[in-house]
């Protein structure tokens, strides 16, 4: 009887009295880099497979339009990187063509061209980005909107990529 009544103490209360001071700082310590290292680990291939799909969206090439078919001053809409990302090229001049990320840095509201002003505009809260650089001109926007880059092949205009605004 008293031999179960041992084992039923082991098996309940598994706590070791003559153990307690075993995981000591250094052990810890150890303990935690050891576990820290395996979460890096296997979040490693999840990362890089999240950075292969954002370079993939980023570097594709999209038609936007003819160049025949803008005029100095005109602006058109289209959808890069993605269906569902709006943004906005203008043709600043005759050999001159600025696209934008046509989302406002401040609330994601729909950001338009003023031909009468020059500016980019944001009519939710009188935001103004500059044409030239996506800069902020006035209003709460918090940095420039993100601009895209062109290419130009056979007189026809392509998106080929993204570049953040830096401030």
Known sequence: MKKIEEFLRKLS????RDRELDLNRRGFIASTLSLMGVFFVSATPL???SKNRKEESHNSEV????EKDIEVGESVTFHYPE???SAILVRI???EYRAYNSKCTHLM?????EKDTGKLTCPCHNGFFNVEDGSVLAGPPPRALPSIKLKHKNKKIYAVGITQ???
């Open 47 to 49: 990362a890089v497979l």
């Open 63 to 66: 038609f936007i339009i003819d």
């Open 13 to 16: 209360f598994n706590i070791r």
């Open 109 to 113: 509201c729909p950001v338009y061209w």
């Open 83 to 85: 269906d569902n990302d």
């Open 165 to 167: 605004a830096q401030h």
């Open 93 to 95: 001049s005759e050999k």
